[in-house]
């Protein structure tokens, strides 16, 4: 894998949304730091961070965390925690797992337990005494094959 020239961070391509303001923004980006290490094998020009809350500190509060990575879809986290601490740590914990799953399904290549599965056994043995089966006449075609 190739290091990125410009890797995306929190810090760099974090946004806040409705219910926050720039000075809840540094605190956000701290609770956001974990994330930094997933981010960092995408561009950061190419990457973009939203945060934004709906009806803060009331009862029914719900945080949502949007990731924009250019060439993928469009992930988007939620929380109905009612403390905000928590619902930051939802989300934030949510986006580093659709992340990880998003890497997995592209690059399946690369996981062990995908390539560790045992290939099916040929369940005829040519060997074993019996004729082979014929070949097949290669100029009668089914409906299915032309």
Excluded: Y
Excluded at 24 to 45: G, M, P, Y
Excluded at 52 to 75: N, P, Y
Aim: hydrophobic share 35%.
């Amino acid at each position: 894998m190739s290091a990125v020239a410009n890797p995306a961070t929190v810090a760099e391509c974090l946004r806040v949304g409705a219910g926050f303001s720039q000075g809840d923004r540094n605190w956000i980006a701290e609770q956001f730091v974990t994330l930094d290490a997933r981010l960092a094998s995408f561009h950061a020009d190419a990457t973009e961070l939203e945060v934004s809350v709906k009806d803060r500190e009331a009862r029914g509060q719900k945080v949502t965390l949007e990731c924009w990575i250019a060439g993928r879809q469009k992930i988007v986290t939620t929380s109905a925690e009612e403390d905000l601490h928590a619902a930051l740590n939802d989300v934030r914990d949510d986006l580093r797992r659709r992340l990880n799953d998003a890497k997995t399904r592209q690059e399946p290549r690369h996981n062990k337990h995908l390539r560790d599965l045992p290939q099916p056994q040929n369940e005829q043995n040519p060997t074993n005494g019996e004729d082979p089966l014929p070949a097949a006449d290669p100029t009668r075609a089914d409906a299915e094959t032309a």
